[in-house]
């Protein structure tokens, strides 16, 4: 729910209540990951988002106070409301940022987690930073947690940036609050070639503008890329990467960590590493049920194949992630006709068969809100249904190794197409027949021989 500050001084909560302030506020996933740590928790709460202008903040603490049970605060907030609370948590006051304020015996606190969700990415990759150099880009909030964590953690922090005296001020603000801290400021020729961290805390890559990046190669000794970016979860520093001995993390785990780190400190909540996996794993679908609408104005997320790739297996935990309906095409038809697939193809032939998926794949496609669409092994062959297809579905292809489709397929009884003497033979002659059509039919292509990981490569291929 979002609310203006008009209808936030009316509003009466039924149930326990927090909030998050900000100005302007737009799309924000806060509520959405908010009431999925609250369902995690077994809480009964509500979490609503509040656009509060810049010269309304006291009177909406003041507001939030008597309503709510406590509140997060993004741009321009966090260092604004500092002045306006009764206390301060030594990190928060450090860095002048202030992300969730909590409400005890009639007294606001404020904290910073989202130094707490960085520290937590860290640590989740296995990522150590004593001793080590580490390339920071950029010198806004996010670079002061960033850079603040680091020097904490007892590396040695380069900064840079378009804007040398800012990323002076920066390294100047770090060193002041902690004064043993190692911290430079350096050009972009000055990057340490034993660089063994680089952190990005700019906005260069994010969305619509995906293809710049604050550098345009990394330090040979790379070993770990965070990004802050999650929009898009690989962004086009973290593909600069040699995925073999670099490891690169988005910010999306970061954004969860700092949700549920504030809900710990607001009612002492606890929660799984299996919980906070499966939040992440439904944040990424959001995503990019997020991006198939803005980027490429498509209504629909379509997955072909070839036959035992796992389209269907893939799909429907593509379709639960996402929250789209699942339809997979092959019983789609079934449904419809009243026949299996191979009694389809015993009583009337393939190409009657091919005449089916064309008409259905056109009616599904036209009538679907939106939805996730497993399509045929065959489905591609026909151009018509590529271009039907294409008008508002976004055409994955899950390249899945042979060896894997094999293993897929060895118990399987209904692919008449494979009907044959020498069934391993004939799967191969197909594969290889088609894989060149699925290849220049596809928008994207995915492929990994582990099930869940397709499944996360398919939701950030998007």
Same mark, same amino acid.
Not at 17 to 33: K, V
Not at 90 to 114: C, E, W, Y
Not at 253 to 265: G, H, K, N, P, S
């Given at each position: 729910?979002? #609310?203006? +500050?008009?209808?936030?001084?009316?509003?009466?909560?039924?149930?326990?209540?927090?909030?998050?302030?900000?100005?302007? *506020?737009?799309?924000?996933?806060?509520?959405?990951?908010?009431?999925?740590?609250?369902? $995690?928790?077994?809480?009964?709460?509500?979490?609503?988002?509040?656009?509060?202008?810049?010269?309304?903040?006291?009177?909406?603490?003041?507001?939030?106070?008597?309503?709510?049970?406590?509140?997060?605060?993004?741009?321009?907030?966090?260092?604004?409301?500092?002045? #306006?609370?009764?206390?301060?948590?030594?990190?928060?006051?450090?860095?002048?940022?202030?992300?969730?304020?909590? +409400?005890?015996?009639?007294? $606001?606190?404020?904290?910073?987690?989202?130094?707490?969700?960085?520290?937590?990415?860290?640590?989740?990759?296995? /990522?150590?930073?004593?001793?080590?150099?580490? =390339?920071?880009?950029?010198?806004?909030?996010?670079? $002061?947690?960033?850079?603040?964590?680091? @020097?904490?953690?007892?590396?040695?922090?380069?900064?840079?940036?378009?804007?040398?005296?800012?990323?002076?001020?920066?390294?100047?603000? *770090?060193?002041?609050?902690?004064?043993?801290?190692?911290?430079?400021?350096?050009?972009?020729?000055?990057?340490?070639?034993?660089?063994?961290?680089? *952190?990005?805390?700019?906005?260069?890559?994010?969305?619509?503008?995906?293809?710049?990046?604050?550098? !345009?190669? #990394?330090?040979?000794?790379? /070993?770990?890329?965070?990004?802050?970016?999650?929009?898009?979860? /690989?962004?086009?520093?973290?593909?600069?990467?040699?995925?073999?001995?670099?490891?690169?993390?988005?910010?999306?785990?970061?954004?969860?960590?700092? $949700?549920?780190?504030?809900?710990?400190?607001?009612?002492?909540?606890? +929660?799984?590493?299996?919980?906070?996996?499966?939040?992440?794993?439904?944040?990424?679908?959001?995503?990019?049920?997020?991006?198939?609408?803005?980027?490429?104005?498509?209504?629909?997320?379509?997955?072909?194949?070839?036959?035992?790739?796992?389209?269907?297996?893939?799909?429907?935990?593509?379709?639960?992630?996402?929250?789209?309906?699942?339809?997979? =095409?092959?019983? !789609?038809?079934?449904?419809?006709?009243?026949?299996?697939?191979?009694? @389809?193809?015993?009583?009337?032939?393939?190409?009657?068969?091919?005449?089916?998926?064309?008409?259905?794949?056109?009616?599904?496609?036209?009538?679907?809100?939106?939805?996730?669409?497993?399509?045929?092994?065959?489905?591609?062959?026909?151009?018509?249904?590529?271009?039907?297809?294409?008008?508002?579905?976004?055409?994955?292809?899950?390249?899945?190794? +042979?060896?894997?489709?094999?293993?897929?397929?060895?118990?399987?009884?209904?692919?008449?197409?494979?009907?044959?003497?020498?069934?391993?033979?004939?799967?191969?002659?197909?594969?290889?027949?088609?894989?060149?059509?699925?290849?220049?039919?596809?928008?994207?292509?995915?492929?990994?021989?582990? #099930?869940?990981?397709?499944?996360?490569?398919?939701?950030?291929?998007?």
């Amino acid at each position: 729910m979002l #609310l203006s +500050f008009e209808e936030f001084e009316a509003f009466q909560p039924t149930r326990e209540t927090y909030a998050l302030f900000g100005y302007p *506020l737009g799309h924000t996933m806060s509520p959405a990951l908010h009431h999925a740590l609250f369902a $995690a928790a077994s809480r009964d709460a509500d979490y609503i988002a509040v656009t509060v202008p810049p010269e309304l903040l006291a009177d909406a603490l003041a507001l939030a106070r008597q309503k709510l049970a406590g509140i997060n605060l993004t741009i321009p907030h966090k260092k604004a409301v500092i002045p #306006l609370l009764d206390a301060v948590d030594q990190s928060a006051a450090d860095l002048s940022s202030v992300n969730t304020v909590a +409400f005890r015996d009639g007294k $606001a606190i404020g904290f910073n987690t989202d130094i707490l969700g960085f520290a937590e990415s860290l640590e989740r990759d296995g /990522v150590s930073l004593r001793g080590k150099k580490v =390339l920071l880009l950029g010198y806004g909030g996010a670079a $002061a947690v960033m850079g603040y964590h680091c @020097l904490c953690e007892g590396a040695h922090l380069f900064i840079t940036g378009r804007n040398p005296e800012k990323a002076q001020a920066l390294c100047n603000h *770090l060193t002041r609050v902690l004064p043993s801290a190692k911290c430079t400021v350096c050009t972009r020729r000055q990057i340490p070639k034993d660089t063994a961290v680089v *952190l990005n805390a700019t906005p260069l890559g994010m969305f619509p503008r995906e293809d710049k990046t604050p550098l !345009y190669f #990394l330090p040979r000794k790379t /070993v770990y890329v965070f990004d802050a970016i999650y929009n898009p979860p /690989v962004t086009a520093l973290m593909k600069l990467a040699n995925p073999r001995r670099t490891k690169t993390r988005d910010g999306l785990f970061m954004l969860v960590m700092q $949700a549920a780190r504030a809900q710990t400190i607001w009612y002492n909540a606890q +929660f799984s590493d299996t919980a906070c996996e499966s939040i992440l794993r439904r944040m990424y679908g959001q995503m990019a049920v997020k991006r198939l609408h803005d980027k490429y104005h498509k209504r629909h997320i379509v997955l072909c194949g070839f036959m035992g790739s796992g389209k269907t297996t893939v799909g429907r935990k593509v379709a639960r992630l996402t929250g789209l309906p699942f339809i997979d =095409l092959d019983r !789609y038809i079934e449904e419809q006709t009243g026949m299996s697939i191979p009694d @389809l193809f015993a009583q009337h032939s393939e190409p009657y068969f091919r005449d089916l998926e064309t008409k259905y794949i056109a009616e599904l496609t036209a009538q679907q809100e939106g939805c996730v669409l497993s399509l045929g092994g065959g489905a591609v062959l026909r151009p018509e249904n590529v271009a039907t297809i294409k008008q508002t579905g976004l055409l994955i292809l899950l390249d899945t190794p +042979f060896f894997r489709i094999i293993k897929n397929l060895s118990h399987s009884t209904n692919r008449p197409l494979l009907e044959k003497e020498d069934k391993l033979a004939e799967t191969r002659r197909l594969y290889q027949a088609r894989k060149p059509v699925y290849e220049q039919a596809a928008d994207l292509r995915v492929r990994s021989p582990r #099930l869940g990981e397709v499944v996360e490569r398919t939701l950030k291929s998007i």
